[in-house]
């Protein structure tokens, strides 16, 4: 890992200050990030852009412009706003697009991806006339996510054409797409790798660039950076007139910030001990009970035997809006009005979230050393009131 260390800056945070609830950016983890982000770019020749989905807080697509090649787009809201707050024209990708918003899209991109070979032939013709690059997304039937909601390499995927239903190119196509990692590591790119040259190989030499997806997560503090570098330069050596393009969905702002809840009360039931907090898992934390996976909350850790646990309950009426348990690491009881600082959720958090039982959305925040914390957004009623009729 290049730089800061993450863990301590933020256990040096003093969060008592700081609004609740939020989501908040923290600058100095995202500058840490993103200088790993330019190691890849400079030392390994590729290009790297920035996903939306996964991130779309484009309060920083100013600093992110500065440290990436473009941005990707899966609708076109998010090309939309790749165009109007990026600045460039972006690289849009979606599972399927549409008469009623094609033309609109076309005047967002530089760059667009078909699902099909039927959704190509409908649409592709009008996009190279507008002189945009298309590309196909393939299926590599390949790939190493365990979790099946997140896998979209099987071989029945809706997502991209498998090779034994492309014997051919078709004709105007100049890159290829696949993405089939999720949080992965450069093996992980390498097993996909092969089975993409082994299934696709053949088409390479007529084409320009080639995607290889997300789910690079090059900040993370065990990702070996070096060999992602080393396994780059080997494959452009082998086909030297491809571009090719990474966009690490999570990577730019993996563990960049917090989500800031605070205890509005302290539920005991059936020997279950529960902090009632002012967020929500379902609304906006969704990714923990998708996926599923256990965030980490600064000042706790995983609950031991002869330990008091405490599960953290939503404030939605879901049933299921609870996850636990942790213990605090110096063993205090808790109190009404503390702070739960849950680690890591900026990427897949904002994105995600809903305003389901009119909960109040989290502000969204940055904090800079030295500084402080600039509230750059608060959501109320209208916004809630907005997304109904």
């Known amino acids: 890992m290049i730089g800061l260390d993450k863990d301590r800056a933020l256990r040096e945070w003093d969060f008592n200050g700081v609004p609740s609830p939020s989501y908040i950016l923290h600058s100095e983890l995202l500058a840490a990030n993103l200088k790993v982000i330019d190691k890849v770019r400079r030392e390994a020749g590729v290009e790297v852009i920035v996903a939306l989905k996964a991130n779309a807080m484009w309060s920083i697509f100013p600093v992110l412009r500065q440290h990436s090649d473009g941005a990707t787009a899966s609708s ?42 039927g959704q190509y032939e409908r649409f592709g013709e009008r996009a190279r006339e507008a002189g945009i690059s298309c590309g196909l997304r393939v299926n590599p039937e390949y790939s190493t996510v365990e979790t099946d909601l997140y896998n979209p390499a099987s071989p029945t995927s809706r997502l991209g054409v498998r090779s034994v239903d492309l014997q051919e190119l078709p004709e105007g196509i100049e890159g290829l797409h696949f993405h089939s990692l999720c949080e992965s590591r450069p093996k992980d790119l390498a097993g996909t790798l092969q089975a993409v040259e082994e299934r696709f190989g053949k088409f390479f030499p007529h084409i320009k660039w080639l995607n290889m997806g997300g789910g690079h997560l090059v900040t993370h503090k065990d990702y070996d950076v070096d060999e992602l570098i080393c396994l780059l330069l080997n494959f452009k050596a082998r086909y030297p007139h491809l571009r090719i393009i990474l966009e690490p969905g999570s990577a730019f702002t993996w563990d960049t910030g917090c989500l800031v809840a605070t205890v509005e009360d302290i539920v005991r039931n059936g020997g279950v001990n529960t902090l009632m907090l002012n967020v929500s898992f379902a609304c906006h ?51 009404v009005g503390e702070r739960v600082v849950f680690r890591d959720m900026i990427h897949y958090t904002m994105v995600k979230t809903t305003m389901f039982n009119g909960v109040s959305h989290p502000a969204i925040c940055i904090y800079e050393p030295g500084r402080g914390v600039k509230v750059v957004r608060e959501f109320g009623y209208e916004d809630y009131k907005g997304r109904n009729s």
């Open 76 to 117: 076109l809201n998010e090309a939309r706003l790749v165009l109007e707050e990026y600045g460039e024209k972006a690289h849009t990708y979606a599972p399927v697009y549409t008469e009623k918003e094609f033309p609109s899209l076309m005047a967002c991109s530089s760059h667009i991806t078909f699902n099909s070979v």
């Open 285 to 335: 934390m969704p990714d923990c009970l998708e996926m599923p996976y256990k965030p980490t909350i600064l000042g706790m850790h995983d609950t031991q035997e002869g330990e008091t646990g405490w599960q953290m309950g939503g404030n939605s009426c879901l049933a299921g809006d609870y996850y636990g348990t942790w213990s605090f690491d110096d063993g205090h009881e808790p109190k």
